[in-house]
């Protein structure tokens, strides 16, 4: 829990290594946590885009089936 509570805070903890990723890889970063956290597949993640995201007042949730399966996943 602390190796992903640094990577997610990486802006905070290590702002030298922070600054040295590309654009790229902070994307990919991004991806690799957000699979770490909701724990859905690489194929089903890197497959999300913005028309996913359903707003419903505040809130904003991601909805997507998942490619093996069928099954929705909904994350907020």
């Known amino acids: ?12 903890y290590a702002p030298l290594y922070w600054t040295s990723l590309s654009d790229n890889q902070k994307r990919y970063l991004d991806i690799l946590i957000f699979m770490c956290l909701q724990g859905t597949n690489p194929k089903d993640t890197q497959r999300v885009n913005r028309t996913d995201i359903e707003e419903e007042g505040l809130n904003k949730n991601i909805i997507r089936d998942r490619s093996k399966t069928f099954v929705e996943f909904d994350v907020p």
């Open 1 to 12: 829990m602390e190796e992903i509570e640094f990577v997610v805070n990486l802006d905070h």
